[in-house]
């Protein structure tokens, strides 16, 4: 799994679940010092281990919904259960975690460390596994953007052409709108090569041919979200700028698109993009 895949709302919850863990061990009850005297026996309070029901639907729920949450971000396409997004079914995980700790801790006379830490730790559990596709702090990436990398002199990105100049940019190339026609160049006097007489060139507003497509780097001058390939409305990522992805697919003014962590969508803005 890519971590620079993960937002901060995935932090959030994975610190929550490991908390929760911990919590596991903990005492769940607590009572008070009755005993007088020198002598006081120790008390083996339970703890989640000990309640098999407990451990289960709260304990255990709020990690595997973490799970779950975390798989579903770091697969390349959203994988669903009986029509339900796997992100889905871990949320519902951690919202039924939190439900069950608060009932069960109104229901308890005196309730110890574990119990209390376990509260806590399902309710943010719940929050961050909630909040985190809505909240624009909890979507920004866990570990930052990279920086885009120099290449080392000579070499060239997959699918990238030969370079035409320039240093620093995917293919050796400065940047370029998408859809712009290429510089022309300088060895030929400024003009650009006139075609073949042989070959037919296609019709005013018609478009490439798909075979004619070539894979490209590019990066988005604004953080811009990447749809699925299926249509569906929910981004699966978002492309931010300062990192260069590569266009794999032209589909009319729509590009599919693939981020670093191997992810594929479709990127339905193309504006203003830059071409390596």
């Excluded at 209390?116 to 570990?143: D, E, H, N, R, T």
């Amino acid at each position: 799994m890519n971590i620079r895949s993960l937002t901060r709302g995935d932090g959030v919850v994975i610190g929550a679940a490991v908390v929760l863990f911990i919590a596991s061990f903990l005492d769940l009850y607590s009572v008070g010092n009755s005993c007088s005297g020198t002598f006081c026996p120790k008390l083996d309070l339970p703890n989640a281990w000990d309640s098999l029901g407990l451990l289960m639907s709260m304990f255990l729920a709020g990690i595997i919904g973490a799970v779950l949450i975390v798989v579903a971000r770091s697969l390349p396409q959203p994988k669903k259960i009986a029509g339900i997004d796997l992100g889905q079914f871990g949320t519902a995980f951690t919202i039924f975690s939190a439900w069950t700790a608060f009932w069960t801790i109104i229901d308890m006379d005196k309730a110890g460390a574990g119990m209390i830490l376990g509260l806590i730790a399902a309710l943010v559990l719940a929050a961050g596994a909630v909040a985190g596709p809505m909240v624009a702090a909890l979507k920004a990436p866990l570990m930052g953007s990279p920086t885009p990398a120099v290449a080392p002199y000579g070499a060239q990105p997959y699918g990238a052409q030969p370079p035409a100049g320039g240093y620093g940019y995917p293919g050796g190339a400065q940047p370029q709108p998408f859809g712009a026609q290429p510089a022309a160049d300088a060895s030929q006097g400024g003009q650009t090569p006139a075609p073949a007489a042989s070959q037919p060139q296609p019709a005013a507003g018609a478009a490439a041919p798909a075979g004619d497509f070539a894979p490209f780097w590019f990066a988005v001058p604004v953080a811009r979200p990447l749809y699925a390939e299926d249509g569906s409305a929910t981004p699966i990522a978002e492309l931010a700028p300062g990192t260069w992805y590569l266009a794999v697919e032209q589909r009319g003014a729509a590009l599919v698109a693939q981020t670093q962590d191997g992810r594929r969508g479709v990127l339905q803005d193309t504006t203003g993009i830059q071409r390596g």
